[in-house]
């Protein structure tokens, strides 16, 4: 079969963050390596190194975006990039198809749910598209159902219904809703409704999950939108997503991690998004310090609202955080979660850093920001109990006890015996006859006969 797939080129276009690039890429090495030839099409803004990945052909188009539209935040940097890019894109892939060769046939698009665009201009070029959701299938399937949930006067919380689950939604919980529509309200709606209806006219949806973490779910979702869905597993199990990386990673992380005790580091890192306030920042610093526990923090440059980087830390505290741990900009991720002396994982639970942590064994202490991260982190804790959630706690106090438990406590022993039990279910699933596995090898026949 696979012979027949050379010959074949896969168009991919990722959305231009790093939560979306490192799966768009990932499923480019999985596609290469069962025979088909990758073309990445992708905006300037946040455009991946081509050099990285020299058997892929990359074809940049032009964005249009401002410094501050940058600024402003993902939800208007995506309307805005929505916009602008639709006409480059179109250009550039009909320029694609026209240039094919008769030998290589162009056979489909797979780019981001978040694009907006892509169904109808596909459609007009009579070019299949598949849609790559980098969400847990849970959290897409509630796409057609948030604007209901959102007027259901859920909101305002009072505090006797703060845990109740979600009926529409479990199981999120009532005081999970502000932070999944943060301040968008109603705004997200047509938003939303793009969404589903691109992905209903798709010839299908690609999630990075299995059928051991959301067996039902992955059922659901092709009900919802009444395509074919492929789970193909945490994609990292096959590609790391160390070369898709945007920011340069500290690679003095590694030999650092190597003069620590095994399991005893707690890796603390919110993703390429998640910001938070100087307030909390001191908190979580003083919060690691007074754990006594060895650390490894990202601090990402300008994720601290108002600060460059760690200028709000002290001269004082500096130095006691330096006792025990180790401040960064950007790690590799997947190597520092793989390391024999991590022992657990403060996390904002992004859904590539939730299967990241869960393939590497690594339990979770849970501050989700917002959006999908308010669903993962409930799976985490409240489903799989493999982790430990803050309940939105920024305080020293808080974090202090959470890594406690973790890393000291016989709870914390619980959690680490059922993570393990997760991790193996998740490995034999991306392993030769596992259901991840055999849906690569449906995905990659599916887009043959396109
Ligand atoms: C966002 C959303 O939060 C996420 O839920 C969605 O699925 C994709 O878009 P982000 O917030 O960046 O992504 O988080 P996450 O999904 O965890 O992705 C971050 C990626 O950056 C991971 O692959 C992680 O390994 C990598 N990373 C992070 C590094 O390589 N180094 C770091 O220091 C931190």
Known sequence: MEEKRNGLRVILFPLPLQGCINPMLQLANILHVRGFSITVIHTRFNAPKASSHPLFTFLQIPDGLSETEIQDGVMSLLAQINLNAESPFRDCLRKVLLESKESERVTCLIDDCGWLFTQSVSESLKLPRLVLCTFKATFFNAYPSLPLIRTKGYLPVSDSEAEDSVPEFPPLQKRDLSKVFGEFGEKLDPFLHAVVETTIRSSGLIYMSCEELEKDSLTLSNEIFKVPVFAIGPFHSYFSASSSSLFTQDETCIPWLDDQEDKSVIYVSLGSVVNITETEFLEIACGLSNS?????????????????????????????????????????????????????????????????????????????????????????????????????????????????????????????????VLKDEVEKSVKQGGSSFQSIETLANHILLL
Do not use: Y
Not at 298 to 318: D, F, H, M, T
Not at 367 to 372: A, Q, R, S
């Open 292 to 420: 006594k526990q060895p650390f490894l923090w990202v601090v990402r440059p300008g994720s601290v609202l108002g600060a460059k980087w760690i200028e709000p830390l002290s001269e004082g505290l500096v130095s006691s955080l330096e006792e025990k741990g180790k401040i960064v900009k950007w790690a590799p991720q997947q190597e520092v979660l793989a390391h024999r002396a991590t022992g657990g994982f403060l996390t904002h639970n992004g859904w590539n850093s939730t299967l990241e942590s869960i393939c590497e064994g690594v339990p979770m202490i849970c501050l989700p920001g917002g959006w999908d991260q308010m669903l993962n982190s409930r799976f985490v804790s409240d489903i799989w109990k493999i982790g430990i959630h803050l309940e939105g706690r920024i305080e020293k106090k808080e974090i202090e006890k959470a890594v406690r438990v973790l890393m000291e406590e016989s709870e914390g022993n619980k959690i680490r015996e059922r993570m393990k």
